[in-house]
């Protein structure tokens, strides 16, 4: 019998009850996948989706350590060990309050498919926890992350499982989380990615996140003979995705209208400029301000309580968080004529506002495929790492931009419609197809 989208959902959704993000995530993937799977039945007689959409494990642990006061405090910890049917399990870990189990299988779900985009052996994992970094002393944050630490170590390994960051983990987080690992392994090996640049880091990977989703625009540009110069961008966020996006935009000719945080956005209607912009990104990685205090300081305008799609603009990138972008967002920015959305976050367009652009015909790149640059890099430090050998920059940033270049070509082999390219189906069904064909040859597992 032909697998039939609601009823798939229906199961999905009994089985996983109150997961909405989760809902969400797997509803996008399965409304362009059944399709597939109904032409190849091979998948659907192995039940090679229904086992793709339950992760292999789900780790959850107890987080204790004590604040600066001396007060006990407990938080719950999680690793989702999604897939590792290509390769070791792979994601970051994001310590953000909002961190829940539906959020996170959500996440896990997303890298399985999109770590297969990336052409490198990776599998799809994530974690994290419900602690909030933010206005934590450092010694705070080293207890909180060397606690987490003393529990997920016995589940990873190089050839096991690969944590890196995600919103809430930066540099800091990684160096205090990689130092407790290798003490309790009194190993060094690539355990972690987005390493210090001291202890076996890769160039380019903390930009690469942001440098990968503008290099999937410029391919996507490229097919209408259009290029990123002389665009305006309005992107979201002002952490690590968002800022280097920004850069790399601004680099090629770009400018860049707006950046946002939790409290609001600035807009810079002649362009951010560079200064501007290292100001921005030493702020938020070193001393947690807001862009409230930045639009003080350069006597810019910050616009509180709103996102920034209501500006004008020829391109958008959502580099924030899930669900950031809705339908009137949407609406909003298709009836401003925005050509472009590259999505740097993971689900920053909701399931309708996502469904709008595809009937407008954007130029639409769904986070699996668009922030795969990331993952990627990371993929590159395991293997720097392996190699015991670390790569310049140059080469670093040359490999980035061919694996985008892949990614964006296997979205136009499986995406095309009509002469017309829909990322959303060509990254769905790419994706699935590698990790489907080596569960398909492993037999019942
Ligand atoms: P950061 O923590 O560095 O930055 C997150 C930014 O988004 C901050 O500016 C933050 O605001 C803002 N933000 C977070 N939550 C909300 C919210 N609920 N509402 C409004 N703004 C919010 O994280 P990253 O830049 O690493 O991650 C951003 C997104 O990119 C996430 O979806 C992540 O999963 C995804 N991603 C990250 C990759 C990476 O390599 N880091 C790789 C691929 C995807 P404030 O400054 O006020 O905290
Ligand atoms: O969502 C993501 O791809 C990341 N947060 C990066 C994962 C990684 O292992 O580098």
Known sequence: MALELDRFMAGLVRRNPGEREFHQAVREVAEKVIPFINQHPEYEKALIFERMTEPDRVVIFRVSWEDDEGNFRVNRGYRVQYNNAIGPYKGGLRFDKSVNLSILKFLGFEQVFKNSLTTLPMGGAKGGADFNP??????????????????LYRHIGADVD????????????????????????????????????????????????????????????????????????????????ATYAAQKLMEMGAKVVALSDRRGFIHEPDGLTNERLAYIIEMKENHHGTLEDYAREFGSTFCPGKRPWILPCDMAFPCATQNELDKEDAQTL????????????????????STMFEEAHMLFAPGKAANAGGVSISGLEMSQNSMRMSWSREEVDRQLQEIMRRIHEQCVEYGTVNGRVNYVKGANIAGFKKVADAMLAFGIV
């Open 162 to 241: 690969v944590p890196a960051g995600d919103i809430g983990v930066g540099t800091r987080e990684v160096s205090y989380m990689f130092g407790q690992y290798k003490r309790l392994s009194n190993k060094f090996t690539g355990t972690f990615t987005g390493k210090g640049l001291a202890f076996g880091g890769s160039q380019i990977r903390k930009e690469a996140t942001g440098y990968g989703a503008v290099y999937f625009a410029r391919e996507m540009l490229a097919t209408c003979g259009e290029t990123v110069e002389g665009k305006s961008a309005v992107i979201s966020g002002s952490g690590n995705v």
């Open 134 to 151: 933010k206005g934590k002393s450092d010694a705070e944050v080293m207890r909180f992350c060397h606690s987490f630490m003393t529990e």
């Open 334 to 353: 298709i009836n401003n004529g925005c050509k472009l959305v590259s999505e740097g976050a993971n689900m920053p367009t909701a399931y309708a506002a």
